[in-house]
């Protein structure tokens, strides 16, 4: 039997973690067990191999969502807009602009806010120190990380953000970041090297801006039911679960306040009774009975009524 060995590692030698998950392979019930999908195995590349496969995997698995800039993005989804404004594409217009946005963003860095959640283990997805981390990260405060380094740091960097993209390991708290810090292999500003440096300036940021009750109300989906009186109530926490106590609003872990348990209804109420483009009525009234049931992603019961059985009485 081989003696075990202890080596120091870089976390840029490591592959990223996928990009993002598959919420119908995974167990609501039991989030405890596994992992969602295969991992790449770390290999010995430097930097540049290592963000350039990230990008490979990111224009494969990306399906269709919107990379916006956060400005773009809360501008086209602030609550305040009347649905009937909403731009309207056709279906080529959409696959156009989604390629678009897929080939611009293809070599950008993931970051996600677990990378930063105070919470976790290295091997619960966290990537920077312990005393670097801080409790509570939100993807929209990542944004603001990032715009803040590159005023300060005299370096234009372009960010994506991707409110619905979720961490396998962070299923709680949607949201991912991208920004560009390397070009053809070699750093865009000597300011910033590599993005483990990049990590502990956002770090750093995050610690002197930290996460309050507030912060989720900056970014608001559209047709989304805003939480009564303004308070969002605490998140349903599955037993085994690492889950931060201040999520996004369209975060799944949410019930009754940033998501209520009738969530398709509510957002056709908001909407005046309009569906959203390319949304089949049948497949709306067939989400809906299906979802009777999963609450606030809880668990619980299924929908529909149950029929009692009488049992016959022996004569």
Same mark, same amino acid.
């Given at each position: 039997?081989?003696?075990p060995? +202890?080596?120091?590692?870089?976390d840029?030698?490591?592959a990223?973690?996928? !990009? !993002?998950?598959d919420?119908?392979?995974?167990d609501?019930a039991?989030?405890?067990?596994? @992992?969602l #999908?295969?991992?790449?195995?770390?290999d010995?590349?430097?930097?540049?191999?290592?963000?350039d496969?990230?990008?490979?995997?990111?224009?494969d698995?990306?399906d269709?969502?919107?990379?916006?800039?956060p400005?773009?993005m809360?501008?086209?989804?602030? @609550?305040?807009?009347?649905? /009937?404004?909403?731009p309207?594409?056709?279906?080529?217009?959409?696959e156009?602009?989604?390629r678009e946005q897929?080939a611009?963003?293809?070599?950008f860095?993931c970051?996600?806010p677990?990378y930063f959640d105070s919470?976790?283990s290295? !091997?619960?997805?966290?990537r920077?120190?312990?005393?670097?981390?801080? =409790? @509570?990260p939100?993807?929209r405060? +990542?944004?603001? =990380?990032?715009q803040h380094?590159?005023?300060?740091k /005299?370096?234009?960097?372009q960010?994506?953000? !991707?409110?619905?993209?979720?961490?396998?390991k962070d299923w709680a708290? *949607?949201g991912?970041? &991208?920004?560009?810090?390397k070009?053809?292999?070699?750093p865009?500003s000597?300011?910033?090297?590599?993005k483990?440096y990049l990590?502990?300036?956002i770090?750093?940021?995050?610690?002197?801006h *930290?996460?309050?009750?507030?912060?989720?109300?900056?970014?608001? +989906?559209q #047709?989304?039911?805003?939480?009564?009186d303004g308070?969002?109530?605490p998140?349903?926490i599955?037993?085994?679960?690492k889950?931060?106590? +201040?999520?996004?609003?369209h975060?799944?872990?949410l019930?009754g306040g #940033?998501?209520?348990d009738?969530?398709?209804?509510?957002?056709?109420?908001?909407?005046?009774?309009?569906?959203?483009?390319g949304?089949n009525p049948?497949m709306l009234s067939?989400l809906?009975? $299906?979802?009777?049931g999963?609450?606030?992603?809880?668990?619980? $019961?299924a929908?529909?009524?149950?029929?009692?059985?009488?049992?016959?009485? &022996?004569?």
């Amino acid at each position: 039997m081989a003696n075990p060995r +202890i080596e120091e590692v870089d976390d840029d030698n490591f592959a990223d973690d996928p !990009e !993002e998950m598959d919420l119908d392979a995974f167990d609501f019930a039991r989030p405890q067990k596994g @992992n969602l #999908g295969p991992t790449r195995p770390a290999d010995g590349d430097d930097d540049d191999d290592d963000d350039d496969d990230d990008d490979d995997d990111d224009d494969d698995d990306d399906d269709g969502a919107t990379g916006l800039s956060p400005q773009d993005m809360q501008k086209l989804l602030q @609550n305040s807009q009347a649905a /009937g404004n909403l731009p309207r594409f056709s279906e080529a217009d959409r696959e156009r602009l989604q390629r678009e946005q897929q080939a611009a963003s293809k070599h950008f860095q993931c970051i996600y806010p677990v990378y930063f959640d105070s919470s976790r283990s290295r !091997e619960d997805g966290r990537r920077v120190s312990k005393g670097d981390a801080t =409790a @509570n990260p939100l993807a929209r405060d +990542i944004v603001d =990380a990032l715009q803040h380094i590159g005023q300060t740091k /005299g370096v234009p960097l372009q960010i994506v953000f !991707e409110p619905t993209k979720t961490h396998p390991k962070d299923w709680a708290n *949607p949201g991912r970041v &991208k920004v560009l810090i390397k070009k053809d292999g070699a750093p865009i500003s000597s300011k910033i090297q590599n993005k483990s440096y990049l990590y502990k300036l956002i770090a750093a940021y995050l610690k002197s801006h *930290p996460t309050t009750t507030a912060s989720p109300m900056r970014f608001r +989906i559209q #047709g989304m039911p805003m939480p009564k009186d303004g308070k969002i109530l605490p998140p349903a926490i599955p037993r085994g679960s690492k889950i931060g106590q +201040i999520l996004p609003l369209h975060s799944p872990a949410l019930s009754g306040g #940033g998501v209520s348990d009738n969530f398709l209804q509510d957002v056709m109420n908001e909407m005046g009774g309009q569906l959203p483009p390319g949304i089949n009525p049948d497949m709306l009234s067939a989400l809906g009975g $299906g979802m009777g049931g999963m609450g606030g992603m809880g668990g619980g $019961g299924a929908g529909g009524s149950v029929k009692k059985v009488k049992e016959k009485k &022996k004569k």
